[in-house]
Structures are given as C-alpha cells and as structure tokens.
C-alpha cells in the first residue's frame, strides 16, 4: 500500500561498548502513481489521438496521459511495429522518458496474385490469423480446402475476396465490404463464418 512520498527511517543501535556503528548499502523502493502529463512522438508521422474513438486529435498542450493511434491503411501495410516515445517533467522537476513498441496486428493483401494462404501479406509475409485484422486491396481467393482466418475482414473498392467451393474463411468478429457485392463472393458449398454474430457490426453485400 502507499503510504506517503515522506519517509524516515530510524537505525538504533544496543551496544555494551560504545565502539561506534556504520551503516551502508541501504536501498529503498517504491513505486507512485504518476499524475504529471507526457509529451508524445512517434516514429512516423502517425495520427495520435486522446479518445479511443480517435476523435479528438492529440496535441502537446492537451496533457494526454494515455493516447490512441490510428494508423491509415498505407502505414497498416508497409510499416511492422511503431515506436511511441514519451516523455515528462516530474513534481520534483527531474525528467523521465520512455519508449513503447506497438506491433501491427494488421494485414493487408496487395498482390497481382490470389491466393490466400500464400506469404505475400503485407507487411509481415505470414498468413493471417484469428487476431489479425484484414483488408483486401486486390482480388485474392481462398481455394478449394483452405481455411482462412480473420479478426475483422475489410474489403476495399479495388478488392474482391473469392471464397471457393469447399473452402472455409472464419471472422471473430465484423465483416465490411466497401465496394459492391460482386466483391465478395461465396460459392456453393463454401463457407463464410463469423464467430460473434452482430448484423451492427457488418456493412456491405455479398455474392
């Protein structure tokens, strides 16, 4: 528990002879909630907000002590991991910096090719997973007997996502087809699964 920033610490010392005491190598640790606000940067030019709506757009003098990022879909694709610094003057009037990594748990097919369980993702060359989310930019096919996974699924205008007789593809959770319904297609005997089923969540048609 905390208790107070004011500590004192007492040494008594019982002796029969008055010979002297030294004390040393005394440590003490704590921990205190910080309150002070943080100057944030990024490693890109991200944009940085102070809702987890990512309405409100973060500035310096907005003494943020949490902040949202909103990466657009050209940084989804060509960018890994992003680096957030942050920096603070505390109440004693030292400084303190620090750095988070946030990874991209994003992925996005932008290919000439089709096939999904290819390694052409960007901007990691690995499959998706069910916590990843996805967007299509270019057409792509999910064969006969693969099974594809998808956190959330986003369907650009100049994509199309084919999902072919006995092939499987299951989303955890929202479905978006941005262009028209001939961008989705499901054929007969394929299957297209959405684990949390909320017609809120969805947008588009498919085929």
Not at 53 to 70: D, F, H, K
Not at 100 to 128: C, F, L, M, Y
Not at 132 to 161: D, H, N
């Amino acid at each position: 528990a905390y208790i107070s920033d004011k500590v004192r610490f007492r040494i008594r010392y019982y002796a029969e002879f008055r010979d002297g005491v030294a004390v040393d190598d005394i440590e003490l640790f704590g921990v205190k909630p910080l309150t002070t606000s943080f100057s944030w940067t990024t490693s890109a030019p991200i944009n940085v907000y102070t809702d987890a709506a990512t309405t409100i757009p973060y500035n310096e003098t907005s003494g943020a002590t949490t902040v949202y990022m909103n990466p657009s879909l050209d940084q989804k694709e060509a960018t890994a991991s992003w680096t957030i610094n942050a920096s603070a003057t505390l109440t004693n009037g030292t400084s303190t910096s620090g750095t988070v990594t946030i990874e991209n748990k994003n992925r996005v097919w932008n290919d000439p090719s089709d096939n999904w369980n290819s390694s052409i993702w960007k901007p990691i060359q690995a499959v998706p997973t069910i916590d990843e989310c996805v967007y299509i930019k270019t057409p792509v096919q999910l064969g006969a007997g693969i099974q594809g996974y998808a956190k959330e699924i986003f369907v650009e205008p100049t994509g199309k996502l084919t999902i072919n007789s006995n092939a499987a593809l299951t989303v955890q959770n929202a479905f978006v087809n941005k262009g028209n319904a001939v961008n989705v297609v499901v054929e007969s005997d394929g299957n297209l699964i959405q684990v949390n089923e909320n017609p809120t969540i969805n947008s588009g048609s498919i085929t």
